[in-house]
């Protein structure tokens, strides 16, 4: 006969700032771990590679022939938030010989100094990374600010319309695309690891081989797994789900039906013969929960995270009863492989 357990996220480790990896489709970043602890203290810190303040590229306000000022600014860059000082005179390249059109990307090198890396220099502006007139590739821990883009080999000042900051395409901020924590990702019944999904795809324009391996800007995080221990005596575990209804519309001649999805509460009794129960100390806490029905087994099993309620009945004589709730903001994930 299976002997069930439940257990609850009782402590955390602490992970240290670390890049994500790409899991191939330049919007989904995975870290080491299957669990992010949400708790209070513990929830993650997420910092993709991008500007957050300033850094904005401007004509040279001496007027020198190919040159620019960038103004002073912070950035994401490698996990932690650095402070740009502003530069001035920053020269640009321009297309030589017969060639007359060129974009220079400004950048923002690991080390946190503004960098110029120019493209190939060609006779019209193509917008395909690394061709002739077209934006050059960047350092895969770079951050691209602004492009540059030229039309003329004869040297010049550079004018403001010939500068272009749009996120997203020229310019690589924090903030943009947004993203989406998921704590945990469970696929096909098989669980796999927590990271960060993002709105929309980023920009593959970082590569080290001239483009023969092409990369996203770097996502770093750090975080907290949850470590779990041992419920006693409890009871009657309910996951959190989905639960689904349906309303109508009378008109004239018949009825329109739309649905709706709530998420129901989870739960668990227990028993005690103390007030000093371990988990109980937790209440009002955005906890792990992990319900297996054969302890020892690792799968089947279901995890799920929320907020621990607690109301504890004390009978005249036996153990102290605990009805626990868990509000969780996703249904439980059951695991089977």
């Known amino acids: ?33 299957e669990l ?24 040279a306000a001496s007027g020198t022939n190919d040159m620019i000022d960038i103004s002073g600014g912070t950035c994401w860059l490698a996990g932690a938030e650095e402070d ?21 990307s400004v950048t923002v090198t690991a ?15 193509s917008s395909t ?21 030229l039309t003329s080999n004869s040297p010049g000042a550079v004018i403001a319309s010939e500068i272009v900051q749009v996120p997203g395409s020229s310019r690589e901020t924090a903030l943009f695309p947004v993203w989406e924590q998921e704590r945990i990702r469970v696929s096909n019944g098989a669980l796999g690891y927590a990271g960060v999904t993002f709105a929309s795809e980023l920009a593959a324009i970082h ?48 009825a329109m039906g739309s649905r709706s999805r709530s998420i129901g509460q989870g739960g668990f009794s227990a028993y005690s013969n ?6 109980m100390a937790f209440e009002g806490e955005e906890l792990w929960f992990k319900f297996r029905n054969d302890r020892l087994v ?27 709730t868990i509000s969780a903001e996703a249904q439980g994930e059951r695991i089977l492989a």
């Not at 069930?4 to 955390?12: S, V």
């Not at 000082?85 to 974009?103: C, G, L, P, Q, S």
């Not at 089947?300 to 009805?323: H, K, M, N, R, W």
């Open 1 to 33: 006969m299976a002997d069930p357990r439940l257990d609850y996220e009782a402590g955390q480790t602490a992970v240290a700032m670390t890049a994500l990896s790409d899991s191939g489709d330049n919007k989904t970043f995975n870290s080491a771990a």
């Open 36 to 59: 992010w602890s949400n708790r209070a203290g513990f929830t993650p810190t997420v910092r993709p590679n991008g500007v957050l303040t300033g850094l904005v590229v401007s004509p």
């Open 84 to 104: 740009i000082t502003a530069d001035t005179d920053v020269e640009i390249t321009r297309a030589v010989t017969t060639n007359t059109h060129i974009i220079c």
């Open 111 to 125: 080390a946190g100094a503004i960098a110029v890396v120019a493209g190939t220099d060609g006779t019209a502006f």
């Open 129 to 149: 990374r690394g061709e002739a007139g077209g934006p050059p590739w960047i350092d895969n821990d770079a951050i691209e600010i602004a492009q540059v883009k």
């Open 207 to 254: 590569s080290e081989d001239t483009g023969t391996t092409v990369a996203a800007k770097q996502v770093f995080a750090s975080y907290y797994t949850p470590t779990f221990a041992q419920i006693p005596k409890a009871s009657d575990f309910v996951r959190p789900a989905n639960s689904y209804s349906v309303s109508s519309t009378e008109y004239y001649g018949g």
């Open 274 to 279: 103390t007030l000093n129960e371990g988990f």
């Open 298 to 324: 690792t799968v089947p099993a279901v995890y799920c995270q929320g907020v621990l309620g607690i109301a504890e009945t004390f009978p005249t004589d036996g153990s102290i009863e605990i009805a626990a």
